[in-house]
């Protein structure tokens, strides 16, 4: 099977612009997470869907939002992007729609921002 | 509050030698499952080890094992026979019942020296 994939794998944009990311998950996987990682917060818990839906939402500003799509590859959309928005995002898949379960991680995303 | 404490912000071993990373973890929960990921420097999340909170079976995985320690909360990783491809930060992290979102610590640096 296919890992999750990412793209694209890097990103440089400047402060106010806006940035999408793809996350494509392990096929049969029905749940995506977003998470951001960055050196001084480490990883933080952005958002995570299943079904279409946002079920979980992490401690972030409106101007982090992300969609699914009805084959389960999922998004994330940053607007008005900040100096501090510059990180590595990951996007992590897991296939039972039950929580605790296993999450598999894509290679990342880094964006840095000008 | 759920959080993650690892306590060696970096660990350097010999080639072949035996090493121990810990971990502590606090969560009012009763039913969570515990991790270990390593992330090289390509930066790719890759799962190690996994512990179901449930079970009382300390987890291995060929080289790797676990030591859970469920009343203090208390989760240490082995790797035996260490090799230089165990180079990586290395991140405990849990999740819990009813929530997919991984909850991770600051990560130990693991140095594997020839």
């Known amino acids: 099977k296919a890992g999750v994939t990412q793209t694209p794998r890097y990103l440089i944009k400047t402060r106010g612009q806006q940035v999408t990311l793809s996350c494509s998950p392990i096929?049969?996987?029905?749940?995506v997470s977003w998470y951001q990682q960055t050196p001084g917060q480490g990883l933080q818990f952005l958002f995570e869907?299943?079904?279409?839906?946002?079920?979980n939402k992490g401690n972030f500003p409106g101007r982090f939002s992300g969609r699914q799509f009805s084959n389960s590859r999922s998004e994330m959309n940053v607007s008005t992007l900040e100096l501090g928005d510059s990180a590595l995002y990951l996007c992590?898949?897991?296939?039972?729609?039950?929580?605790?379960?296993?999450?598999?991680f894509g290679p990342g995303t880094r964006l840095t921002v000008l | 509050a759920q959080t993650v404490t690892q306590s060696q912000p970096e660990m350097s071993v010999q080639e072949a030698e035996t090493v121990t990373l810990s971990c502590t973890y606090d969560?009012?929960?009763?039913?969570?499952?515990l991790f270990w990921y390593k992330q090289p420097p390509s930066r790719q999340m890759i799962l190690v080890i996994r512990?179901?909170?449930?079970?009382?079976q300390n987890a291995t995985e060929n080289r790797f094992s676990v030591n859970f320690q469920k009343a203090a909360k208390s989760f240490s990783l082995k790797i035996s026979d260490s090799q230089l491809g165990d180079t990586a930060m290395y991140f405990c992290?849990?999740?819990?019942?009813?929530?997919?979102?991984?909850?991770f610590g600051q990560g130990t640096r693991l140095t594997i020296n020839p």
């Open positions: 992590a898949s897991s296939s039972r729609g039950v929580s605790p379960d296993t999450q598999y």
């Open positions: 096929s049969g996987h029905r749940s």
């Open positions: 869907y299943f079904s279409e839906t946002q079920r």
């Open positions: 969560t009012s929960e009763n039913n969570y499952y």
């Open positions: 512990q179901e909170a449930y079970k009382q």
């Open positions: 992290a849990f999740v819990i019942q009813g929530a997919q979102k991984l909850v």
